[in-house]
């Protein structure tokens, strides 16, 4: 069996595939301080009962990146193991300035995109920041467009505002708010909302230049929920998206 992990920012999200298909999945905080012991025993109580072949990592948190390889020397040297990292095969051009820049689950969400929905595509990921990114009919990453995340966003409007705080983020009754936490609801859900569905337009007016057909828009990340039944332009929603392309570039690099 095949463990993927998927570091955020925030949360990392652990999966455990058997063949092609996932079986189980968990969400747990991300901490840059964790060493690769303390990751060692959170990782071994969830997969317990798994007898695991492979390894398949993304990080965009270079501490615990480090930590993680000291953890992979200690406890899964047995094991086939892929970073996603400079040198990994992943099959997707990356037609941007500078290549190194992009993040690994980015190139990952392009990889399953691609594989799943073909292409062009727009993948929204809903987590510490939105990611908008762009994949063409022949599976290279064309770039995209970056914006502060929700639960960021509402925070620092909570830190900077004497009067605002911090709210359940669910859909409000209405888009006028009869009170200020239906106000706070109703201006995060269906603004970014707003955010999401002005940015792919812009995308697929400029898409459309090149390209006959429009692009599917598929929507990932662990914020995604809050967005998807808002949204008008957003077609697809796989949670998994990311784990399923650190499944394919293992695949690739075996």
């Known amino acids: 069996m095949l463990l993927t992990v998927d570091v955020g920012n925030t949360n990392t999200v652990l999966g455990i595939f058997d063949k092609d298909q996932l079986i189980k999945s968990w969400r747990v905080k991300t901490d840059p301080r964790t060493t690769a012991d303390e990751l060692w025993l959170q990782y071994s109580a969830l997969i317990s009962g798994f007898t695991l072949t492979g390894l398949a990592i993304c990080s965009t948190v270079p501490a615990t990146l480090r930590e993680l390889r000291t953890m992979i020397n200690s406890y899964f040297s047995d094991i086939a193991i892929t970073i996603v990292e400079p040198g990994t095969k992943t099959g997707v051009q990356l ?7 992009i993040g ?6 392009t990889l399953a995109a691609h594989t799943l929905y073909g292409g062009p595509a727009i993948v929204v990921d809903f987590g510490t920041s939105t990611n908008l990114d762009v994949v063409s009919p022949k599976g290279e990453f064309l770039g995209g467009a970056l914006a502060p995340g929700i639960e960021i966003s509402v925070d620092a409007l909570a830190a900077r505002a004497a009067q605002l705080r911090k709210v359940e983020l669910v859909r409000p009754k209405s888009v006028i708010g009869k009170n200020t936490v239906e106000a ?4 995060t859900i269906f603004g970014f ?3 999401v569905d002005g940015l ?3 995308i697929t007016a400029e898409l459309a230049k090149d390209y006959d057909d429009a692009p599917t828009v598929i929507a990932t990340g662990g914020l995604a929920p809050l967005i998807i039944g808002v949204s008008e332009t957003i077609d697809e929603h796989e949670p998994d998206l990311t784990l399923i392309g650190l499944r394919l570039i293992h695949e690739k690099n075996q």
Do not use: M, T, Y
Not at 184 to 187: A, D, F, K, W
């Open 95 to 101: 037609l941007v300035d500078n290549p190194k820049e």
């Open 104 to 109: 690994a689950d980015r190139i990952v969400n």
């Open 184 to 187: 706070l609801q109703s201006g």
């Open 193 to 195: 909302a707003g955010q």
């Open 200 to 202: 792919v337009d812009r």
